[in-house]
């Protein structure tokens, strides 16, 4: 299985981004998957951002991105994205993909977003 993340970048305050997470490997399905965003900043732990059920019917979000963030997938696509709009400096971060199913958990290797005038 592979995750991989697209949609960094560098962006002003106020500014929009939208991030991909494209999922791939033999039987894999985002449907089955609980699958996440998480971020790392310099020096901190790596958090949760946002999360979708595998039946895409439940989301939750980290209370510093609620409001400003969505969280959707596209199942024909195998896709996961992450809408972030109103960034703020402290949005800078790498941002993670993860899907998890039982004992399978999934990573991907992260997309950097800076947010900075």
């Known amino acids: 299985v592979q995750l991989v993340e697209s949609g960094g970048g560098l962006v002003q305050p106020g500014g929009s981004l939208r991030l991909s997470c494209a999922a791939s490997?033999?039987?894999?399905?985002?449907?089955?998957?609980?699958m996440s965003w998480y971020r790392q900043a310099p020096g901190k732990e790596r958090e949760l951002v946002a999360r979708?059920?595998?039946?895409?019917?439940?989301?939750n979000y980290a209370d510093s991105v609620k409001g400003r963030f969505t969280i959707s997938r596209d199942t024909a696509k195998n896709t996961v994205y992450l809408q972030m709009n109103s960034l703020k400096p402290e949005d800078t971060a790498v941002y993670y993909c993860?899907?998890?199913?039982?004992?399978?958990?999934?990573w991907g290797q992260g997309t950097q977003v800076t947010v900075s005038s």
């Open positions: 490997g033999f039987g894999f399905t985002v449907s089955l998957y609980r």
């Open positions: 979708i059920s595998s039946g895409g019917g439940i989301t």
């Open positions: 993860n899907a998890l199913f039982r004992s399978r958990d999934y």
